[in-house]
């Protein structure tokens, strides 16, 4: 089993509609990144969280410790956020002492 | 600023022969990171250093693989002899670390990546 889970895998929505993408996660952690790869391939970090909710336009994320669970939300989805969604964890105390990735969700939204 | 910078952004070579991927970090970052791509693995880190001191190394494939920070402005990663299954996008990112030199827990910028192809 994958220490960092993400679902869907792919996700398709029309333009406008309120996006939800799922991240769980099984080991200890000091904090959760939401990256966001383009679909020329550069990776841009939109959040990095511990606790509670941060909001970034109309990018949201939320995060659960207890239930090891994180939540990405796009709010008025537009095709320009087509891409592949990944989150990452910090281990905090393992051997690898930093990120470990989910698979990533693909997002497509359509005009 | 720049953003990280990785050079080249695509790299052809045939098996056996050795690639070379640079890396400049953010100026003031003192962590820096090299991680591989593949629609396989998706991402996975390679390699760890902090204040150009290798930390984690434990995600390096095998000894083909070998990565130097000879200062805070730069690294690179050798592979020598390449394989075909080393085809992948090489990123490397680089963050500020506040605790110690322990764990990252702030963020970390990508840069480019490196597309290799061996043949």
């Known amino acids: 089993k994958n220490e960092v889970e993400q679902s869907p895998q792919n996700l398709t929505a029309q333009e406008g509609e309120f996006i939800t993408i799922n991240c769980s996660y099984s080991?200890?952690?000091?904090?959760l990144h939401w990256l966001q790869q383009h679909p020329g391939g550069g990776i841009v970090s939109l959040f990095m969280?511990?606790?509670g909710k941060k909001k970034h336009g109309r990018l949201i994320a939320t995060i659960n410790i207890q239930e090891k669970h994180s939540s990405l939300h796009i709010t008025a989805s537009h095709p320009r956020d087509s891409a592949v969604y990944i989150c990452?964890?910090?281990?905090?105390?393992?051997?690898?002492?930093?990120?470990?990735f989910g698979k990533g969700t693909k997002l497509s939204v359509k005009p | 600023d720049a953003g990280v910078i990785q050079s080249p952004r695509h790299e052809v070579t045939e098996m056996g022969q050795e690639v070379t991927l640079r890396c400049k970090p953010i100026?003031?970052?003192?962590?820096l990171f090299w991680y591989r791509q593949t629609m396989m693995r998706g991402l996975e880190l390679l390699i760890y250093?902090?204040?150009?001191?290798?930390?984690?190394d434990s995600g390096m494939p095998e000894d083909r693989f070998s990565a130097k920070m000879p200062n805070a402005s730069f690294s690179t990663l050798k592979i020598q002899p390449s394989e075909p299954r080393d085809s992948a996008v090489y990123f490397c990112?680089?963050?500020?670390?506040?605790?110690?030199?322990?764990?990252?827990?702030?963020?970390?910028?990508f840069g480019p990546g490196t597309r290799l192809t061996v043949l």
């Open positions: 100026s003031g970052h003192n962590s």
């Open positions: 990112a680089s963050s500020l670390e506040f605790s110690g030199g322990r764990i990252s827990t702030d963020t970390q910028y």
């Open positions: 990452a964890v910090t281990n905090y105390g393992g051997s690898q002492g930093n990120l470990i």
């Open positions: 969280l511990s606790s």
């Open positions: 080991v200890g952690i000091s904090a």
């Open positions: 250093f902090n204040n150009n001191v290798p930390i984690d």
